[in-house]
T-cell receptor
Framework: AQSVAQPEDQVNVAEGNPLTVKCTYS??????LFWYVQYPNRGLQFLLK??????LVKGSYGFEAEFNKSQTSFHLKKPSALVSDSALYFC????????????FGRGTSLIVHP | ETGVTQTPRHLVMGMTNKKSLKCEQH?????MYWYKQSAKKPLELMFV???????ENNSVPSRFSPECPNSSHLFLHLHTLQPEDSALYLC???????????????FGPGTRLLVL
């Protein structure tokens, strides 16, 4: 079984400040981890993924995420937030060697204030 | 553009109507998905097709009927829907079984459905 939790429904941050959107996972094997972003009235867009190797993954629009196996976390980060980063962010997980169908978190609404 | 298109983008229908949502992917993928996204609720996986065969059906009411005539097209036929079926319906595709590590999904823009 696989599951993913996004403990915050909403994250508020001022423009220019660093941002973190949290994700923790639970799998019975080794995980593949993903972040997607959804802008208003749009579908989800792929941001980045962790497969193997370096625990720090860099993705689109200056976002990065760090895989932490001991804490079973994959938090999304950005050093300096932009107002245009305001969107809904989804974390997803699947098991290596398992079904290719991912499990998504509930989503976290990121609001960046000017 | 992600290579996945959905039509129509918006749909208003009565509870006795029959309508269909269409999804098309231009990525050469083998797997296609229907998701339902409602306000304040998690993304709900409805159906998965791999190589045109249904591999997942998550207890979806029979008033939703999927069809996958080929690997590039996916339909969701709607019949006698309820107001609570109003939502954003998202189509996605991925390389599918045997597609290798780190399967990434590519989503269409969605169809915003309102059932009156």
């Amino acid at each position: 079984a696989q599951s993913v939790a996004q403990p915050e429904d909403q994250v508020n941050v001022a423009e220019g400040n660093p941002l973190t959107v949290k994700c923790t996972y639970s799998v019975s094997g080794n995980p593949y981890l993903f972040w997607y972003v959804q802008y208003p009235n749009r579908g989800l867009q792929f941001l980045l993924k962790y497969i193997t190797g370096d625990n720090l993954v860099k993705g689109s629009y200056g976002f990065e995420a760090e895989f932490n196996k001991s804490q079973t976390s994959f938090h999304l980060k950005k050093p300096s937030a932009l107002v245009s980063d305001s969107a809904l962010y989804f974390c997803a997980v699947r098991i290596t060697g398992g079904s290719y169908i991912p499990t998504f978190g509930r989503g976290t609404s990121l609001i960046v204030h000017p | 553009e992600t290579g996945v298109t959905q039509t129509p983008r918006h749909l208003v229908m009565g509870m006795t109507n029959k309508k269909s949502l269409k999804c098309e992917q231009h990525l050469g993928h083998n797997a296609m998905y229907w998701y339902k996204q409602s306000a304040k609720k998690p993304l709900e996986l409805m159906f998965v097709y791999s190589l045109e065969e249904r591999v997942e059906n998550n207890s979806v009411p029979s008033r939703f009927s999927p069809e996958c005539p080929n690997s590039s097209h996916l339909f969701l036929h709607l019949h006698t829907l309820q107001p609570e079926d109003s939502a954003l319906y998202l189509c996605a595709s991925s390389q599918g079984a045997g597609g290798g590590a780190g399967e990434t999904q590519y989503f269409g823009p969605g169809t915003r459905l309102l059932v009156l």
